[in-house]
């Protein structure tokens, strides 16, 4: 009592006269939203005490104080023990004009009411987070608040401006309380309901990948608004129309009219709120209500929670010619005996509880080349890991992928990523020169001319037209490309095989060039 | 004291790492090396692996024999057998037009991954005339399909119609639609038909 009183009286500093305030109650404005449009900060809206009763009754006390003091608007100890008389308001199930019971803790979920009371208790509502949070298994070591709520409530709210402007434009307080001091609904959730959220999860909110959602939508209002905008459009039209000079009645602009009011009806809530925006005064009092009308039923509560992607990267190495780099099944009938995709992507997944993953790699070879050497950059995106994975498990991941019996797939370097390492990829991909090794076989014997003459060339020139194999998924072009370097290295006992190494630009179809595609790969090796 | 003891374990820690390198180069030069008993004297070529070779022998006229490399994507090669009189001709191919008449057939662009502009033939539409002692002789496309490349590099060079006319001297490639392929798929031979009936 005594704590919730302290908060009040240091509410009310920031607060205009009571007999405002009482005016906003009777509107049917709740306690939350006041505090909000004066730019009332700290424990005010976590104090559960304070319900629309329990104001009202503090503000008459305060007035009939005002009436008595002279200079501020402190209540004297002597007040102490008057007893709270709560007056019962005649709506008694009608829901704040402004937020629709969001910040009223007061809302459907489900289809059953969260609860029957106006005000809902901070505690169960953050209960009930706590209790999904742990029926989907989540581990977390913190989290962070998404709301999301209809525009209708912008617009609520700007018509209790336009109450209040209408009302108040002459009285001092009013030229100092500009709209801009507002707190928004949902910073004022957050405030609401955030340090009974960490008591519940046993950690910190703030920024964190995961993320809890709570999604507000209420269809009667949103519909109400809808019209509301139509109407706005339609008297736009209407006027501009008649300078055109049409007759309003024909037709072909009847059906206009109506097109664009289904028009409006499927619009985004960012088209709305733009359309809100735009709104001279004049024209949002012409088609709004004001003040709005109490909600009889308040927003549907939708409440989801999930964690960010997390990327594990790494480098791997391939060493199958059987063996695809992404998973490769036309018409139910999988090419090739495993992909490395599947084989890194579901030790991932496994390890980190998650829903799915995505596999991107800088640049790719074919299901018959090998990857060698340092292996290939890679990242394994995991969306809604429930367990965000230690330096441990992330080790664990890379011991399952290399020590399974069929040695297809090696991984160098894995380690949790953040998303920076996304850009170093795609970079990478394009810029860097490869290194290739290629068996190869030619018609007459190699002569020692021939090593030197190879070895000797540096950064050639060459014209790929689109290789025959990939012409016909690929755009038929000329592509220049540059050969950095090559060397012959001899294998024993034979003159006619022997290892070509060398070094190109990314992007470089070997094959088609060590046999020319037809010769539309031109200069071709040898 | 436990400075020295720190660059020790700097240096093990460094000469670990050379090791280790030189170790994966030894893996990495033993991965690549073949094992030469599992490598075949005369490999198959890069034609002979990545296409199936058809042929058409007197295709619309006797002794015009032509060749369909059909890759696993469905693209077809075309060019003149080896066996197709014009190659037979004393002083060999000198000239190669693709305007036939009706169009040149150099000169459309074929664009995008969808092969937009992309002329639709039948399988006895003219290619190009390629002339070979004073005479000339009509190369065609052998499948129905979209034209989707020709061998332009035949204009200037006609000769290589007769240094690799199975190669480098092919006339196009065409895309044929899957139910046109299987359509004329039966009429051609195969490699082994074809030189059975040319004796080779």
Known sequence: MEETREILSRTALSLPSPHVVLDLLSVGVCPRCIFRLFGVHGQAYCCSAITASVLQSFLEEQKSCDNGTVENRLVSDGLVRCSYTSQESEDDHAYCCICLGVLQLACQQDRKMLTTSKEGSIDDFTATIAELVKRENHHIDGFSIEVSIPPVIVANERAVWMYMKKKYNCEDWFKDKIPSQHISVKDALRLSINTSLENHLGVKSGVDLFRIRLNYSHLDASR???????????????????????????????????????????????????????????????????????????????????????????????????????????????????????????????????????????????????????????????????????????????????????????????????????????????????????????????????????????????????????????????????????????????????LLHLCTQAGTYIKEFVHGDLGRTHPRFL | MEEGQEDETLERASLETAEKKEEGEEELRSLLLPDMKDVPPTPPSAVESNFVRYFAADFMKPGHDQFVYRHANGLCVIGLAPTHVALREKGGVTAVDYNVGKSDRSEMKVTGKRKRNAQHFESNSALCKVCANDTFYIGRCCVKGSLLEVNDRLIKQPDLLNSSADREGYIAIIMPKPADWLKIKDSLLSHEDYRKLRSL
């Open chain 1, 224 to 498: 109400m608004l809808q019209s509301s905008l139509a109407n706005n459009h339609t008297c736009k039209r209407q006027k501009t129309d008649k300078k055109d000079n049409r007759d309003s009645l024909d037709d072909s602009h009847k059906s206009n009219l109506k097109n664009s009011n289904e028009h409006l009806c499927s619009e985004s809530d960012s088209v709305i709120l733009r359309t809100l925006e735009s709104m001279l005064d004049h024209a949002f009092c012409e088609h709004f209500v004001i003040p709005p009308e109490k909600a009889l039923k308040p927003c549907l509560l939708t409440t989801t929670c999930y964690r960010m992607p997390i990327y594990i990267g790494g480098r791997y190495l391939k060493f199958s010619r059987r063996v695809s780099q992404s998973c490769w099944i036309i018409d139910d009938e999988r090419m090739g005996e495993a992909s490395v995709e599947e084989i890194v992507g579901s030790n991932a997944l496994l390890v980190c509880k998650g829903d799915n993953y995505k596999f991107h790699a800088a640049g790719r070879e074919d299901i018959d080349v090998r990857m060698l050497g340092s292996g290939r950059p890679f990242l394994v995106e995991v969306s809604n890991a429930h367990c965000m994975p230690s330096m441990i498990d992330v080790q664990l991941i890379a011991e399952k992928i290399n020590n399974s019996d069929k040695k297809y797939v090696r991984v160098r370097n894995l380690k949790l990523v953040n998303n920076q390492a996304w850009t170093l990829m795609r970079e990478g991909e394009a810029e860097k020169q490869k290194q290739y090794a290629a068996l190869v076989w030619t018609s007459r014997a190699l002569t020692e001319e021939d090593l030197h003459s190879i070895s000797s060339r540096k950064d050639l020139d060459i014209i790929q037209r689109t290789p025959i194999r990939v012409l016909h998924r690929r755009s038929p072009l000329e592509r220049k490309k540059i050969i950095h370097w090559m060397n012959i290295e001899r294998i024993a006992g034979s003159c006619q095989y022997f």
